[in-house]
């Protein structure tokens, strides 16, 4: 029987590509702008946020969402220039790690009802979604990388010379909250796909795989979301051939595996460098 016949796979199919795409091309951005260590507290902040929801007896997804905007607003903030810095963002982690494991506490101490609900956010549970939730997660993803794709030009600029793009009055740190407020709304939904433990791999794996097989920006943006959608798809029909591997986990290898594959036999490119009379 095909895997279309059921509806469990075309609703991951369906949800798990406009995350894919959302997750490429902020995942390029995040990337470059050497914000990789951002990716990895938001995962962190993801796993808190739907505990907190589930503790508080609301849906997860709000949880989600407003731990994850919330967080990278603060340090988007406190930040340099809307940039997360490693400062800004350790002297919130701990705290949050410490939140999450009481939530964590919390809920499995008063009764929950759904006693996997803390096993399907760090795992994720794409397999599980209905048709409107899956048309949900694409929708909100889509959205999201459409809002990426409106300010990627002056946040390339902003990211590849900060000092020039400040010089020609682009508004640097609004861009830098802006791209980070994004970020964080691309993680609370790619930890529905992949869950929050995993979160950073879809974000980091094809953007790296796309940076070192071209330094042409817009190109590079291009070729990290179509990796991503193309690793997705892959995934998922992998774990639906065999049934004992998780989805998350098959995202995530062929992901891992195709980055170690250009590892292996692409050299590194220099940093992206755009001249500034192109802007």
Do not use: K
Not at 4 to 26: Q, R
Not at 127 to 156: C, D, K, N, T
Not at 217 to 235: C, F
Request: proline content about 4%; charged content about 10%; hydrophobic content about 60%.
């Amino acid at each position: 029987m095909s895997a279309f016949s059921h509806p469990f796979f075309l609703h991951a199919l369906l949800a798990g590509t406009g995350i894919a795409f959302a997750a490429g091309l902020v995942g390029y951005f995040l990337v470059l702008r050497a914000q990789v260590f951002t990716g990895d507290a938001l995962s962190h902040v993801a796993f808190t946020g739907a505990l907190a929801g589930l503790a508080l007896g609301y849906d997860l997804r709000l949880g989600l969402f407003a731990a994850t905007v919330v967080f990278a607003l603060l340090i988007g903030l406190v930040g340099n220039r809307g940039r997360a810095d490693d400062v800004a963002i350790g002297s919130v982690f701990s705290w949050i790690l410490g939140l999450g494991a009481f939530f964590l506490t919390l809920y499995a101490t008063h009764g929950a009802a759904d006693g996997t609900a803390g096993v399907g956010v760090l795992f994720g549970s794409i397999f599980g979604l209905s048709a409107g939730q899956a048309w949900l997660a694409a929708g909100v993803a889509v959205g999201i990388g459409l809002v990426v794709l409106a300010v990627a030009r002056p946040l390339l600029f902003a990211s590849v010379d900060e000092a020039v793009a400040a010089a020609r009055r682009v508004p640097v740190r609004i861009l830098g909250v802006v791209f980070l407020v994004l970020a964080g709304a691309c993680a609370a939904e790619a930890t529905q796909a992949v869950g929050s433990l995993l979160l950073l791999g879809l974000l980091a794996a094809p953007a790296g795989t796309a940076q070192r097989l071209t330094d042409r920006p817009y190109r590079a943006l291009a070729l990290s979301a179509g990796l991503a959608v193309a690793e997705m798809w892959a995934g998922l029909a992998l774990s639906y051939a065999a049934p004992r591997l998780p989805p998350s986990f098959s995202i995530l290898a062929v992901a891992t595996a195709v980055y170690a594959v250009t590892l292996g036999v692409v050299r590194s490119r220099p940093r992206a460098r755009i001249p500034a009379e192109a802007w």
